[in-house]
């Protein structure tokens, strides 16, 4: 696992836009797995920015995203869908074909959990995938505890998962309970990822990732074990870590 260490989140974002541009340039055809959340909001701003100003295309381009809540439609304004759709798809030329979010509307959330983790297998697997970080560790929305030998599942989600998601929300009791993920292994299996922290809320994080131990209890844990791993994390977020210089 390798660390590239930034100023702040406005470098963190340029940084990673500039990793997937590089991408986007040198392969024909780039699977690619995002994320939601406040963390890649910079990025898809500079994907779109890159987008208008250089026409880097997307027209190759399948994306799987990590997660979606169960009970939301697409249309939802809280939707991950509708997350992808305002903060990247619309702008930039990726036909809504090419882009695959599971569905927390499927009447058969089973089906609907096995199907996905099928079309990221017969697209050839994740190329690239795009993370954050929970402060409990959770990547998707794995949270502690899950085996790092899951696909995608339906998870129950946390008390702390659900108050830091609220910020989204009129109240916290309108957070979904429960959510559609990529599982542990199935985010492993992907064939590069990068992981994104930023700020003092990340700290706690960056500190039990770098520092500790390989545990279920702490599922992002798992990625210092990736092949083609890189966290590229600001001052502030690895505040606290030692020995950052080892993994640069
Ligand atoms: C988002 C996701 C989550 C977030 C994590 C960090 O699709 O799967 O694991 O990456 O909760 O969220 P932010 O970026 O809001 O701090």
Redesign the pocket.
């Known amino acids: 696992m390798k660390i590239i260490e930034v100023k702040n989140y406005q470098e963190m974002s340029l940084a990673a836009a500039q990793y997937i541009i590089n991408m986007l340039k040198n392969t024909s055809k780039l699977t690619l797995g995002l ?5 890649p909001q910079g990025v898809y701003q500079h994907l779109i920015e890159d987008y208008k100003k250089n026409g880097t295309s997307y027209a190759q381009v399948t994306s799987f995203n ?2 979606e809540y169960i009970g939301l439609s697409k249309d939802d304004p809280n939707s ?1 869908y509708r997350y992808m759709y305002e903060n990247l798809f619309k702008h930039i030329n990726i036909s809504l074909q090419q882009i695959n979010i599971p569905s927390g509307m499927n009447t058969n959330l089973q089906s609907e959990c096995e199907e996905y983790e099928n079309k990221i297998h017969q697209h050839g697997g994740i190329d690239l995938q795009l ?4 402060s409990n560790g ?4 794995n949270e502690p505890g899950t085996s790092f030998q899951s696909k995608t599942h339906v998870v129950g989600l946390t008390q702390s998962t659900r108050e ?1 998601n609220a910020r989204y929300f009129t109240s916290i009791e309108e957070v979904p309970t429960q959510a559609i993920t990529m599982g542990i292994q199935s985010i492993y299996k992907s064939k590069e990822i990068l992981l994104l922290a930023s700020g003092k809320a990340k700290q706690d994080a960056m500190v039990k990732l770098l520092n500790g131990d390989v545990t279920e209890s702490f599922p992002a844990s798992i990625l210092k074990q990736h092949p083609n791993a890189t966290i590229i994390a600001d001052e502030e977020a690895l505040f606290g870590v030692k020995d950052v210089s080892l993994f640069r």
Request: hydrophobic share 40%; proline share 0%; net charge negative.
């Open positions: 994320a939601t959340g406040g963390t990590l997660d991950y993370l954050g970080i929970g959770h990547i998707g929305f830091a």
